[in-house]
């Protein structure tokens, strides 16, 4: 079993910032690709950035610049730093994590999500 438990939302006014945690535990061999995906009512769920294990990073156009995605491999966790956050931010995140539970076999995890309120 894996478990992916995402942390960090909250709500906050334009301007400020918040830091997610996706924290990942269980029967793993190894972690893989960690991304953040969102998505607001109404809309599709969307990525916002993923990090790959060598730290290469990828980020939807409208965060770039504010958000930094980030990992600790020994706490087996992704950060996202969000800054200069927008009311458009405002969404459930979800973090995905690519796991390999054998050296053999990688599956994909989702968390439950956590929402981000972003208002004056």
């Known amino acids: 079993q894996v478990h992916i438990v995402e942390s960090g939302g909250g709500s906050v006014q334009p301007g400020e910032s918040l830091r997610l945690s996706c924290a990942a535990s269980g029967s793993i061999f190894d972690v893989d690709t960690l991304s953040w995906h969102r998505q607001a009512p109404g809309n599709q769920r969307e990525l916002v950035a993923s990090i790959t294990t060598g730290g290469y990073t990828v980020y939807t156009d409208s965060v770039k610049g504010r958000f930094a995605i980030s990992r600790d491999d020994g706490k087996k966790t992704a950060y996202l730093q969000m800054n200069s956050l927008k009311p458009e931010d405002t969404a459930v995140y979800y973090c995905?994590?690519?796991?390999?539970?054998?050296?053999?076999?990688?599956?994909?995890?989702w968390g439950q999500g956590t929402l981000v309120t972003v208002s004056s």
């Open positions: 995905k994590a690519e796991i390999w539970t054998t050296p053999s076999r990688k599956n994909l995890y």
